[in-house]
């Protein structure tokens, strides 16, 4: 398979799994739910990346350890032999027979299947960059930070050539990473209401004019943090989709994450808006 990013959007809208597919007894951030994501048909997986406190990399969301493992010890506590004694729990708080996986894991299981988004990149860039270069998987990878001089230092010093993009909330955000030598390619905009530049075709039209890919999310995972304006999962799949996903293909985006795909991927597709 061969992996670019600008040659797929053109092609179609990037539909980005939000930790995977997790549901019933599967749990976020574990192979089978990066699994059930491209067996539901999604491009790309999104992965949060921690450490142990003997240094080595898994794949868990920073902070949640109460929610999914019912400890209130943080994985940076802990050795890499005691974290894979923790089994997740699933929707009922009942343990499940999955344990953590390692980012060596998801690498080796995943290379040459799909793109992966590598969250909370900016925590240990050092190793998950060496560990990407010695996979070869750098065609695969995406990564974002905010715009803060500290998180774009950290870029240009460890990974100036991985596929970068920016997260921002103001166009004054974009100008700032335009200055910086890095694989810049496009933006993740937040919008929290519909008269935003964000939210514009024509701010997206100039976007891909200058060559730049940009980032929608119809997640929500705090309704208190609006990131699109409301056109999101919740209002799609609660019945009126067209007002959420239909909604960010209508206005051109080149990446959509959503904790939902299936489904969006058969609403975009009846409507003739999944590919371009």
Known sequence: MKFDLKQTAKEKLIIVAHRGVWNGNIPCNTIPAYKAALTQGSDMIEIDVDMSADKELFIFHPGMEKVFL????????????EIRTFRYVNYDNTPTQFGLNTLEEILEEFKGKCYINVDKFWLYPRGITEMIRRHGMMDQILVKTSVSDKYLDIIEEFCPDVQYMSIVSSLA????????KLNYIGNEVLFSTDDSPFASEEFIDEQHKNGFLVWCNSIVYNYRAVLS????????????PDNGWGWIADRGFDFMQTDWPLMAIEYLKKKGKLYR
């Open 173 to 180: 955000d974009i100008e700032r990473v335009k200055a910086r």
């Open 229 to 240: 304006a409301g056109h999101n999962d919740d209002i799609s799949a609660a019945g009126d």
């Open 70 to 81: 019912l400890t209130d010890k943080k994985l940076g506590e802990m050795t890499a032999d």
